[in-house]
Protein backbone atom coordinates (compact mmCIF):
# COMPACT_ATOMS: atom_id res chain seq x y z
CA UNK A 1 0.00 0.00 0.00
CA UNK A 2 2.94 2.30 0.46
CA UNK A 3 3.38 2.70 -3.10
CA UNK A 4 -0.17 3.10 -3.74
CA UNK A 5 -0.14 6.34 -1.13
CA UNK A 6 2.89 7.38 -3.24
CA UNK A 7 1.08 7.47 -6.17
CA UNK A 8 -1.62 9.38 -4.49
CA UNK A 9 0.35 11.25 -3.36
CA UNK A 10 2.13 12.36 -7.55
CA UNK A 11 -1.73 12.55 -8.72
CA UNK A 12 -2.04 15.12 -5.57
CA UNK A 13 0.69 17.25 -6.61
CA UNK A 14 0.76 17.46 -10.22
CA UNK A 15 -2.91 16.06 -11.37
CA UNK A 16 -1.66 15.72 -14.96
CA UNK A 17 1.43 13.41 -14.26
CA UNK A 18 -0.38 10.75 -16.14
CA UNK A 19 2.04 7.79 -15.17
CA UNK A 20 0.49 8.19 -11.47
CA UNK A 21 -3.04 7.60 -12.53
CA UNK A 22 -1.67 4.99 -14.70
CA UNK A 23 0.37 3.64 -11.86
CA UNK A 24 -2.69 3.80 -9.93
CA UNK A 25 -4.99 1.41 -11.99
CA UNK A 26 -2.54 -1.18 -11.90
CA UNK A 27 -1.95 -1.30 -8.21
CA UNK A 28 -5.81 -1.41 -7.96
CA UNK A 29 -5.91 -4.44 -10.37
CA UNK A 30 -3.22 -6.16 -8.38
CA UNK A 31 -4.69 -5.37 -5.30
CA UNK A 32 -8.25 -6.38 -6.76
CA UNK A 33 -7.21 -10.16 -6.87
CA UNK A 34 -5.66 -10.10 -3.31
CA UNK A 35 -8.18 -7.74 -1.49
CA UNK A 36 -11.13 -9.09 0.79
CA UNK A 37 -12.98 -6.23 -0.37
CA UNK A 38 -15.32 -6.45 -3.14
CA UNK A 39 -13.50 -6.34 -6.32
CA UNK A 40 -16.30 -3.85 -7.84
CA UNK A 41 -15.07 -1.50 -5.24
CA UNK A 42 -11.22 -1.10 -6.18
CA UNK A 43 -11.95 -2.18 -9.88
CA UNK A 44 -13.91 1.40 -10.21
CA UNK A 45 -10.83 2.99 -8.71
CA UNK A 46 -8.58 1.24 -11.33
CA UNK A 47 -10.80 1.93 -13.99
CA UNK A 48 -10.97 5.71 -13.30
CA UNK A 49 -7.30 6.17 -12.55
CA UNK A 50 -6.87 4.62 -16.31
CA UNK A 51 -8.96 6.61 -18.18
CA UNK A 52 -7.93 9.39 -16.43
CA UNK A 53 -3.56 8.61 -17.63
CA UNK A 54 -5.38 8.46 -20.71
CA UNK A 55 -6.87 11.62 -21.04
CA UNK A 56 -3.83 12.89 -19.72
CA UNK A 57 -1.43 11.36 -22.10
CA UNK A 58 -3.13 9.16 -25.05
CA UNK A 59 0.54 7.68 -25.69
CA UNK A 60 1.10 6.49 -22.73
CA UNK A 61 1.18 2.70 -22.92
CA UNK A 62 1.05 1.71 -19.30
CA UNK A 63 -2.39 3.16 -19.72
CA UNK A 64 -4.00 0.83 -22.04
CA UNK A 65 -1.99 -2.24 -20.83
CA UNK A 66 -3.90 -0.96 -17.39
CA UNK A 67 -7.42 -0.37 -19.25
CA UNK A 68 -6.32 -3.80 -21.51
CA UNK A 69 -6.17 -5.71 -18.01
CA UNK A 70 -9.35 -4.26 -16.63
CA UNK A 71 -11.33 -5.14 -19.55
CA UNK A 72 -9.78 -8.76 -19.39
CA UNK A 73 -10.11 -9.19 -15.67
CA UNK A 74 -13.19 -7.97 -14.53
CA UNK A 75 -15.26 -6.97 -17.64
CA UNK A 76 -14.86 -10.36 -19.68
CA UNK A 77 -14.75 -8.04 -22.67
CA UNK A 78 -12.25 -9.52 -24.67
CA UNK A 79 -12.06 -7.50 -27.82
CA UNK A 80 -12.03 -4.56 -26.31
CA UNK A 81 -8.99 -5.93 -24.17
CA UNK A 82 -7.31 -7.14 -27.25
CA UNK A 83 -7.79 -3.99 -29.30
CA UNK A 84 -6.34 -1.87 -25.53
CA UNK A 85 -2.76 -4.24 -25.40
CA UNK A 86 -2.54 -4.01 -28.97
CA UNK A 87 -2.68 -0.27 -28.60
CA UNK A 88 -0.25 -0.54 -25.39
CA UNK A 89 2.14 -2.68 -27.60
CA UNK A 90 2.29 -0.62 -30.18
CA UNK A 91 3.24 2.90 -28.64
CA UNK A 92 6.63 1.11 -27.90
CA UNK A 93 8.57 -1.01 -25.59
CA UNK A 94 6.08 -2.06 -22.51
CA UNK A 95 6.18 -3.95 -19.18
CA UNK A 96 6.36 -7.42 -18.86
CA UNK A 97 2.86 -7.11 -17.09
CA UNK A 98 1.54 -6.00 -20.86
CA UNK A 99 2.83 -8.90 -22.43
CA UNK A 100 1.88 -11.95 -19.99
CA UNK A 101 -1.32 -10.45 -19.51
CA UNK A 102 -1.68 -10.27 -23.52
CA UNK A 103 -0.56 -13.58 -23.23
CA UNK A 104 -3.35 -14.70 -20.67
CA UNK A 105 -6.22 -13.26 -22.96
CA UNK A 106 -4.82 -14.82 -26.21
CA UNK A 107 -4.44 -18.58 -24.64
CA UNK A 108 -8.08 -17.97 -23.19
CA UNK A 109 -8.94 -17.32 -26.45
CA UNK A 110 -7.30 -20.98 -27.63
CA UNK A 111 -4.73 -18.88 -29.48
CA UNK A 112 -1.68 -20.86 -28.30
CA UNK A 113 1.01 -19.67 -30.92
CA UNK A 114 0.39 -16.01 -30.35
CA UNK A 115 0.00 -16.23 -26.45
CA UNK A 116 3.60 -18.11 -26.58
CA UNK A 117 5.25 -15.14 -28.48
CA UNK A 118 3.58 -12.85 -25.73
CA UNK A 119 5.26 -14.78 -23.01
CA UNK A 120 8.02 -15.06 -24.41
CA UNK A 121 8.61 -11.40 -24.57
CA UNK A 122 7.33 -10.96 -21.09
CA UNK A 123 10.16 -12.90 -20.10
CA UNK A 124 12.61 -11.39 -22.14
CA UNK A 125 11.66 -8.17 -20.81
CA UNK A 126 11.99 -9.24 -17.33
CA UNK A 127 13.57 -12.80 -16.69
CA UNK A 128 12.38 -13.10 -13.10
CA UNK A 129 8.96 -11.75 -13.00
CA UNK A 130 6.68 -14.00 -11.58
CA UNK A 131 3.71 -13.28 -13.65
CA UNK A 132 5.39 -13.62 -16.91
CA UNK A 133 7.13 -17.13 -15.72
CA UNK A 134 3.74 -18.30 -14.88
CA UNK A 135 1.90 -17.48 -17.99
CA UNK A 136 4.85 -18.85 -20.06
CA UNK A 137 4.14 -22.45 -18.28
CA UNK A 138 0.51 -21.86 -18.41
CA UNK A 139 0.50 -21.33 -22.47
CA UNK A 140 2.60 -24.50 -22.75
CA UNK A 141 0.39 -26.64 -20.26
CA UNK A 142 -2.80 -25.48 -22.57
CA UNK A 143 -1.55 -25.91 -25.69
CA UNK A 144 -0.23 -29.24 -24.60
CA UNK A 145 3.56 -29.55 -23.96
CA UNK A 146 3.57 -30.82 -20.69
CA UNK A 147 7.55 -30.99 -20.62
CA UNK A 148 7.45 -27.18 -21.56
CA UNK A 149 5.27 -26.51 -19.27
CA UNK A 150 6.34 -28.68 -16.36
CA UNK A 151 10.51 -27.06 -16.98
CA UNK A 152 8.61 -23.29 -16.86
CA UNK A 153 6.99 -23.73 -13.61
CA UNK A 154 9.85 -25.60 -11.98
CA UNK A 155 12.05 -22.74 -13.42
CA UNK A 156 9.54 -20.32 -11.51
CA UNK A 157 9.98 -22.35 -8.53
CA UNK A 158 13.42 -21.83 -8.61
CA UNK A 159 13.49 -17.89 -8.52
CA UNK A 160 10.60 -18.08 -5.80
CA UNK A 161 10.27 -20.85 -3.66
CA UNK A 162 7.30 -19.80 -1.78
CA UNK A 163 5.28 -19.07 -5.28
CA UNK A 164 1.21 -19.58 -4.32
CA UNK A 165 0.82 -21.37 -7.66
CA UNK A 166 3.88 -23.58 -7.33
Same mark, same amino acid.
Given at each position: ????????????? $?????????? =?? $??? *?????? #?????? !? %?????? /?????? =????????????????????? $??? &??? #?? !???????? @?????? +??????? +??? /????????? @?????????????? %??? @?? #???????????????????? +?? *?? =??? $? &?? &??
Amino acid at each position: DLGLTHLREATRL $DPTFAPAYAG =IA $DAM *IVKAFF #SASPPA !E %IVGEAR /TAAQSA =IALDPELAEAYSALASIRLYF $DFD &WQG #SE !EAFQKAIS @LGPTSS +NTYYRYA +NLL /TGLSRFDEA @LRMAEEAVAVDPIA %IGA @LH #SYGLVKLFEGDFEGSVEAFG +NT *IE =IRP $D &WT &WG
